[in-house]
């Protein structure tokens, strides 16, 4: 008998930067099923398991359904208007003692757009800061930087679409088929199809076993790698010399730093055989259309915001760009965090990534919402927590987001949240960080709320209510703009709606974005006023004061850390395929059966000098902290290196990861932390899927 639904609601995935358009059924108030949208663009009918099986999170009875306030050390339930009136009891006396920059917020990546553009007015409009910023700050921001100093626009440059119209593609420090699957198997039938791919990567990636060549460098040494691809293409004569010279400047500068960088020269530094570095520069250079993808092995780095420069150099040195097959296509990890970026939720910048300080733009804000507004740059999620340490940053105000657990030096990230005078946390569960918070407030997930995301390729997409939030949960945009408006800064938005008409009027990217001409299919940034969309980027000019892409030319520099006689190995951390993120959501639904714990990936020459054997039990020692988990043997991952993710709070990946940090956006170093594996005598009674940590 066929089951019977009450609705079936067309909405957009809240899980990675895809953007899978899903078909959410629903009885009874709960989401019974999740198919995939047939004529979704990106994923063109199919889904991952996350995205189709992972929803019974929005029912778990460990959702949070009432506001808490914490008395006495501890949480008890509380009306709406008695948090409400706590939170503006504590911002207002805290900023008429310290000023409003003694306040700070985050927005929330997994939130739509109309809930980071009303967190991003609260806290400059109400509040009167720039302290605000989100999780692109730890993931993309290196990305964002790279593509605005070179290209102008701070998104992807073409679409998932692009993939197939590509006769070669390079990956470099993504895991597609585990951190964003449906693209993952659209690169593998392309490969199947005759798309030649090459995968670089210190792991051996399950698309390396579909390429034609896969690249295993030293992390850190990304940027030697692709200036030795650079000077490849040079020395072949693959550069595309009239686009070059129409279309770009300072490449007589890069074509000097190359020179140093032979195949050779880079072999020394990154390890990868010469012939190998030769034959991935010649598929590339070769092709007649050819994509450069890249994920948080590219960014998460000390000088990532660099090598995504390089990226570009690559691509504009051989004119494969603003062309169908021919795109830049940053992997964005979270389902918003393209879009929390887009809408200001950054302590720089406005809407469209202009600067704060800008008079124009700041006095076109000021006449929008009726109040001034400060033209000081606002601090960094780093910032932020070094400042509450320091005693300068007296509250703040989380929204969708599990510092004490996703971000790294988590030990720093607690002492900050313990100097906070006061803590408000938004989100739908309790988390590692509500655990410090003095409010929190009962949330809406993706699938209770409407509203819009934009995904990896900049394409914005309606997300539909398919339930109500349970208990008296609201939906993120009720509590934001009626904590402005307890504040005394009425947005005057009803609706999310109505935010994104505000967002269309100050925005020019979004000029001509409506819900109605959204449709089913979404519209890719820059909109014009007309409706007409952006599916490929700079076809005739690029998005600078002179018209034309900049080479960036950078040297190779050593990581933040290093391998040493203390700390012989070195982790990496990345993403599992069951799991997302912190595991918020994952970890509540059926996933957790068929990956219950994480585990430590270590090649067998590492495990027979360590005395460590499949399923022990290890210690794993950075320069700041220690864990404790379970060793798995492979050869996926090359000598030398380990390699975990960071899903499951009782492992706390995150307490192994320093202060090092991408030196110019502040995104931090995860991909390179030396550490010192050794094998744990196990109490009998331990239990192997809880591995605690140390």
């Not at 895809?18 to 709960?30: D, F, S, T």
């Not at 995205?51 to 509380?78: C, V």
């Not at 991003?120 to 720039?130: D, E, F, H, S, V």
């Given at each position: 008998?066929?089951?019977?639904?009450?609705?079936?609601?067309?909405?957009?995935?809240?899980?990675?930067?895809?953007?899978?358009?899903?078909?959410?059924?629903?009885?009874?108030?709960?989401?019974v099923s999740i198919a995939p949208a047939l004529d979704g663009p990106a994923n063109r009918g199919?889904?991952?398991?996350?995205?189709?099986?992972?929803?019974?999170?929005?029912?778990?009875?460990?959702?949070?359904?009432?506001?808490?306030?914490?008395?006495?050390?501890?949480?008890?339930?509380?009306?709406?208007?008695?948090?409400?009136?706590?939170?503006?009891?504590?911002?207002?006396?805290?900023?008429?003692?310290?000023?409003?920059?003694?306040?700070?917020?985050?927005?929330?990546?997994?939130?739509?757009?109309?809930?980071?553009?009303?967190?991003?007015?609260?806290?400059?409009?109400?509040?009167?800061?720039?302290?605000?910023?989100?999780?692109?700050?730890?993931?993309?921001?290196?990305?964002?930087?790279?593509?605005?100093?070179?290209?102008?626009?701070?998104?992807?440059?073409?679409?998932?679409?692009?993939?197939?119209?590509?006769?070669?593609?390079?990956?470099?420090?993504?895991?597609?088929?585990?951190g964003h699957p449906v693209a993952g198997a659209r690169i593998k039938q392309a490969a199947l199809?005759?798309?030649?791919?090459?995968?670089?990567?210190?792991?051996r990636i399950e698309l390396a076993d579909y390429g034609v060549l896969h690249l295993a460098p030293?992390?850190?040494?990304?940027?030697?790698?692709?200036?030795?691809?650079?000077?490849?293409?040079?020395?072949?004569?693959?550069?595309?010399?009239?686009?070059?010279?129409?279309?770009?400047?300072?490449?007589?500068?890069?074509?000097?730093?190359?020179?140093?960088?032979?195949?050779?020269?880079?072999?020394?530094?990154?390890?990868?055989?010469?012939?190998?570095?030769?034959?991935?520069?010649?598929?590339?250079?070769?092709?007649?259309?050819?994509?450069?993808?890249?994920?948080?092995?590219?960014?998460?780095?000390?000088?990532?915001?660099?090598?995504?420069?390089?990226?570009?150099?690559?691509?504009?040195?051989?004119?494969?760009?603003?062309?169908?097959?021919?795109?830049?296509?940053?992997?964005?990890?979270?389902?918003?965090?393209?879009?929390?970026?887009?809408?200001?939720?950054?302590?720089?910048?406005?809407?469209?990534?202009?600067?704060?300080?800008?008079?124009?733009?700041?006095?076109?804000?000021?006449?929008?919402?009726?109040?001034?507004?400060?033209?000081?740059?606002?601090?960094?999620?780093?910032?932020?927590?070094?400042?509450?340490?320091?005693?300068?940053?007296?509250?703040?105000?989380?929204?969708?987001?599990?510092?004490?657990?996703?971000?790294?030096?988590?030990?720093?990230?607690?002492?900050?949240?313990?100097?906070?005078?006061?803590?408000?946390?938004?989100?739908?569960?309790?988390?590692?960080?509500?655990?410090?918070?003095?409010?929190?407030?009962?949330?809406?997930?993706?699938?209770?709320?409407?509203?819009?995301?934009?995904?990896?390729?900049?394409?914005?997409?309606?997300?539909?209510?398919?339930?109500?939030?349970?208990?008296?949960?609201?939906?993120?945009?009720?509590?934001?703009?009626?904590?402005?408006?307890?504040?005394?800064?009425?947005?005057?938005?009803?609706?999310?709606?109505?935010?994104?008409?505000?967002?269309?009027?100050?925005?020019?990217?979004?000029?001509?974005?409506?819900?109605?001409?959204?449709?089913?299919?979404?519209?890719?940034?820059?909109?014009?006023?007309?409706?007409?969309?952006?599916?490929?980027?700079?076809?005739?000019?690029?998005?600078?004061?002179?018209?034309?892409?900049?080479?960036?030319?950078?040297?190779?520099?050593?990581?933040?850390?290093?391998?040493?006689?203390?700390?012989?190995?070195?982790?990496?951390?990345?993403?599992?395929?069951?799991?997302?993120?912190?595991?918020?959501?994952?970890?509540?639904?059926?996933?957790?059966?068929?990956?219950?714990?994480?585990?430590?990936?270590?090649?067998?020459?590492?495990?027979?000098?360590?005395?460590?054997?499949?399923?022990?039990?290890?210690?794993?020692?950075?320069?700041?902290?220690?864990?404790?988990?379970?060793?798995?043997?492979?050869?996926?991952?090359?000598?030398?290196?380990?390699?975990?993710?960071?899903?499951?709070?009782?492992?706390?990946?995150?307490?192994?990861?320093?202060?090092?940090?991408?030196?110019?956006?502040?995104?931090?170093?995860?991909?390179?932390?030396?550490?010192?594996?050794?094998?744990?005598?196990?109490?009998?009674?331990?239990?192997?899927?809880?591995?605690?940590?140390?």
């Open positions: 008998m066929a089951e019977r639904f009450d609705r079936t609601t067309t909405t957009t995935c809240g899980y990675c930067g895809v953007g899978c358009r899903l078909e959410a059924r629903a009885r009874e108030g709960r989401v199919h889904t991952c398991l996350k995205g189709r099986f992972a929803h019974q999170f929005s029912r778990s009875r460990e959702r949070l359904t009432t506001p808490l306030i914490r008395e006495d050390g501890q949480l008890r339930s509380a009306s709406w208007e008695e948090a409400t009136a706590r939170i503006v009891e504590e911002l207002t006396r805290i900023r008429r003692e310290r000023g409003p920059d003694a306040i700070a917020g985050l927005a929330s990546s997994r939130a739509t757009n109309e809930d980071c553009w009303a967190m991003q007015r609260l806290m400059r409009a109400a509040i009167g800061t720039n302290n605000i910023d989100n999780c692109s700050r730890v993931c993309h921001s290196p990305t964002s930087y790279a593509l605005r100093r070179s290209l102008g626009y701070s998104g992807a440059t073409g679409s998932f679409d692009d993939i197939e119209h590509a006769d070669a593609a390079i990956i470099i420090g993504a895991n597609p088929t585990e199809h005759g798309l030649r791919l090459v995968t670089i990567d210190p792991r030293r992390p850190g040494t990304n940027a030697a790698v692709l200036l030795g691809l650079a000077h490849v293409l040079e020395r072949e004569g693959l550069v595309a010399r009239d686009f070059v010279e129409a279309r770009t400047t300072g490449f007589d500068a890069v074509r000097e730093l190359i020179a140093a960088y032979s195949p050779q020269a880079v072999q020394e530094i990154t390890g990868i055989p010469a012939a190998d570095l030769e034959a991935a520069a010649m598929i590339y250079g070769q092709a007649g259309e050819a994509s450069i993808l890249w994920g948080l092995g590219v960014t998460e780095h000390k000088f990532g915001s660099e090598v995504a420069q390089l990226l570009c150099n690559l691509a504009l040195m051989t004119g494969k760009v603003g062309r169908p097959g021919s795109a830049l296509l940053p992997l964005r990890g979270q389902n918003n965090v393209q879009g929390s970026s887009d809408m200001g939720a950054l302590p720089d910048t406005y809407s469209g990534y202009r600067p704060v300080a800008d008079e124009t733009v700041a006095r076109a804000f000021e006449q929008a919402w009726g109040v001034p507004l400060s033209r000081t740059p606002g601090m960094k999620i780093p910032q932020m927590f070094d400042a509450a340490v320091a005693g300068d940053l007296k509250a703040m105000f989380i929204f969708g987001e599990d510092v004490a657990q996703t971000d790294p030096n988590t030990t720093h990230v607690v002492r900050a949240l313990e100097a906070l005078d006061f803590l408000v946390c938004q989100d739908i569960f309790e988390t590692e960080t509500t655990a410090y918070a003095d409010v929190i407030l009962p949330a809406s997930s993706f699938l209770e709320k409407t509203g819009t995301f934009t995904n990896a390729e900049r394409r914005i997409q309606l997300v539909g209510a398919a339930i109500e939030p349970p208990g008296e949960a609201r939906t993120d945009f009720d509590i934001l703009t009626a904590l402005s408006r307890a504040l005394g800064h009425d947005m005057g938005l009803e609706a999310p709606a109505d935010a994104m008409r505000e967002i269309a009027a100050l925005t020019p990217e979004f000029a001509g974005v409506t819900y109605e001409r959204l449709g089913r299919r979404g519209l890719q940034w820059p909109v014009a006023p007309d409706g007409t969309d952006a599916p490929i980027l700079y076809g005739e000019r690029f998005e600078q004061p002179d018209g034309r892409a900049h080479f960036a030319a950078l040297p190779y520099k050593e990581p933040g850390d290093a391998a040493d006689d203390e700390f012989p190995l070195v982790l990496i951390t990345g993403r599992r395929l069951e799991h997302y993120n912190a595991g918020t959501m994952t970890r509540r639904t059926a996933n957790l059966e068929l990956l219950p714990a994480e585990w430590l990936e270590l090649h067998p020459d590492d495990a027979a000098r360590l005395w460590v054997a499949d399923g022990d039990l290890v210690s794993v020692r950075s320069r700041v902290g220690r864990i404790e988990v379970h060793a798995r043997i492979t050869d996926r991952i090359e000598p030398g290196h380990v390699f975990t993710a960071f899903h499951f709070p009782e492992v706390r990946t995150n307490l192994l990861v320093g202060a090092s940090a991408d030196v110019n956006t502040s995104c931090p170093e995860y991909k390179v932390v030396a550490v010192d594996v050794r094998p744990v005598q196990e109490a009998p009674s331990a239990t192997p899927a809880l591995a605690s940590a140390g």
